[in-house]
């Protein structure tokens, strides 16, 4: 790791689902991956426009996955 700051990567993807309030995807090979980001606020802001950019269907929903959490599932517990 260089620098001081931790390293924070979030994944941001999104896809049409079968059901509003779902998590379902209609069809997972049609997933948007659209990138990993350094920490929360560039994934959110990324997030955010692709939100935008699709609001017309009321089925389609990006996701911001804490990958930080995924690979380190430990860290911030007491003791950690």
């Known amino acids: 790791m260089s620098g001081t700051t931790k390293q924070l990567p979030h994944l941001v993807f999104g896809g049409e689902l079968v059901a509003l309030g779902g998590t379902e995807f209609k069809d997972l ?10 920490n929360y606020a560039a994934a959110y802001s990324m997030w ?5 950019q699709t609001v ?5 929903r990006y996701f911001i996955v804490h990958l930080h959490r995924l690979l380190d599932p430990d860290a911030g517990k007491p003791g950690h």
């Open 29 to 38: 090979s049609k997933l948007d991956l659209v990138g990993i980001y350094p």
């Open 48 to 52: 955010k426009a692709k939100a935008q």
């Open 56 to 60: 017309d269907n009321a089925h389609m």
